[in-house]
């Protein structure tokens, strides 16, 4: 019976050994390659995620609301919504249904103006929403500096949201009497979601300093909900309990550049750096702010 002598498994060994090897060395290269590909674009695919969400927030911000105490970190209102109320009785209407002087919030077939001269209980909605505020919820109007808004001088807490005559407005807005800045003359509104009592959003970015003994980004982005608080922020918050937005980071830099001209367009600069396992992206972004109040 035919076999193998033990110089022929010698050989086969050492010939699938050089093979093994030869594999090695052409497919390892490959390898490497495609996982820090995917790393790449796995850090990519965060980094812009997060630029985007920040983004958004930032173009939906409540005008002139933006506080930033260095690089590390900025402040904002974001809204849900918001349109214009009526500036004036509907003298028509009012007359037709003998309607007091002062607007009665209860009755709908009566129209209800924003009078910035004096303390206001609430006001019409005259264009469409594209979302639907409930109680609790936040109105704010004329807000012409960020600390007002903060301060509580331009926003007002909502108690309630109902319908009017359809001649009248789309919604009509109940507030405790809140008088909004005298002098105020051009009929916008923006909606703040109360989110619990913690309406405004500080985007944070911590301990960015590098990268670590393993190759991975030190910092961490975060997401923090606070309630509003008047004074001008002089650090970025604790960051205890907050959302993360982003791991790995190795840098981060926001700017905020208001325009105190005719157009009352700010810009915020974001620069986002992350690395993990040594693979590093980098990616820079940026967000125009309607300041118009």
């Not at 105490?69 to 007359?95: I, S």
Request: net charge negative.
């Amino acid at each position: 019976m035919a076999g193998f002598t033990l110089f022929e498994m010698v050989i086969v060994i050492a010939l699938t050994g050089i093979i093994a090897s030869s594999l090695v060395v052409f497919f390892t290269p490959a390898v490497k390659a495609y996982f820090d590909a995917r790393r790449r674009a796995e850090l990519s695919d965060s980094a812009d995620t997060t630029l985007r969400r920040m983004a958004r927030d930032i173009r939906m911000a409540v005008p002139n609301s933006i506080r930033s105490p260095n690089t590390q970190c900025f402040e904002l209102l974001p809204t849900m919504t918001g349109g214009r109320y009526r500036m004036a009785p509907d003298t028509a209407a009012d007359k037709v249904a003998a309607c007091p002087e002062t607007p009665d919030m209860a009755n709908a077939n009566c129209s209800a103006p924003l009078d910035t001269t004096e303390p206001s209980r609430g006001f019409d909605v005259l264009s469409p929403l594209s979302a639907t505020p409930a109680a609790n919820d936040l109105v704010v109007i004329g807000n012409q500096d960020a600390n007002e808004v903060y301060a509580g001088r331009t926003v007002a807490t909502i108690s309630g949201v109902s319908a009017p005559n359809a001649a009248l407005g789309t919604r009509r807005i109940s507030v405790g009497a809140h008088q909004f800045p005298a002098g105020y003359d051009g009929g916008r509104f923006s909606i703040v979601p109360g989110n619990g009592g913690a309406p405004a959003v500080f985007y944070v970015c911590a301990n960015a300093a590098g990268v670590d003994a393993q190759g991975n980004g030190t910092g961490t982005l975060y997401r923090v909900s606070r309630a509003l608080v008047p004074s001008y922020p002089a650090a970025c918050p604790s960051v205890d309990g907050a959302a993360v937005l982003a791991t790995h980071v190795r840098s981060c830099s926001f700017v905020y550049s208001p325009d105190t001209g005719t157009t009352q367009r700010g810009f915020v600069s974001m620069h986002i750096e992350m690395t993990r396992e040594n693979e590093t992206v980098s990616l820079s972004s940026g967000a125009h702010v309607d300041n118009v109040p």
